[in-house]
């Protein structure tokens, strides 16, 4: 069973977040190795944060030593191999981590793209999942791998392919 706790500050567009959120991270994690975690007794639990672009600011030079804010930020929780992980669980509760959303960076890349800020944050929010479930594009075939994971976890809530490279997409 999935769960998202949602952390929402001020600044961001009223909606309902929370099921953008649990929707966004559902979809993800359907559309991984890990979809098995939908439906096991095993509880995930997964925070999400819409937050400023301050805040962001000083966890990407906290943790990533780069003086900017950014769109958003992942921090695994579990760090070794994830189904080892679960597997040894005491409390029937694994805690995947946080994904943290900065509003302005956000809000101005939706713009950019010509496409709605709740669109825009699912799509930040299915990449910082995939983030969380040990994925990550330091290079092209890991880039590929998890865009394709993302096109087709967005394209399950009806969104389009934000790499706008894929025709098979709608």
């Not at 409390?91 to 956000?106: K, P, Q």
Request: glycine fraction near 6%; charged fraction near 25%.
């Amino acid at each position: 069973m999935i769960e998202v706790a949602l952390l929402h500050d001020q600044g961001w567009p009223q909606g309902d977040w929370e099921m953008i959120a649990q929707r966004a991270v559902t979809a993800a994690i359907s559309h991984s190795p890990y979809a098995a975690f939908a439906t096991d007794a095993t509880l995930y639990e997964i925070a999400v944060k819409l937050t400023s672009d301050e805040e962001v600011h000083g966890l990407n030079r906290a943790y990533r030593d780069k003086d900017k804010p950014t769109n958003v930020l992942s921090f695994p929780m579990v760090q070794d191999d994830l189904l080892q992980a679960t597997a040894n669980t005491d409390d029937g509760e694994v805690l995947l981590g946080d994904i943290v959303l900065a509003e302005g960076v956000c809000a101005a890349e939706a713009a950019d793209k010509g496409i709605s800020m709740v669109d825009h944050a699912t799509h930040l929010i299915v990449h910082g999942t995939f983030h969380l479930l040990g994925y990550d594009h330091m290079n092209d075939a890991e880039a590929e791998a998890m865009e394709a994971l993302e096109v087709s976890a967005l394209a399950s809530l009806g969104l389009s392919d934000p790499y706008g490279d894929r025709d098979d997409i709608k």
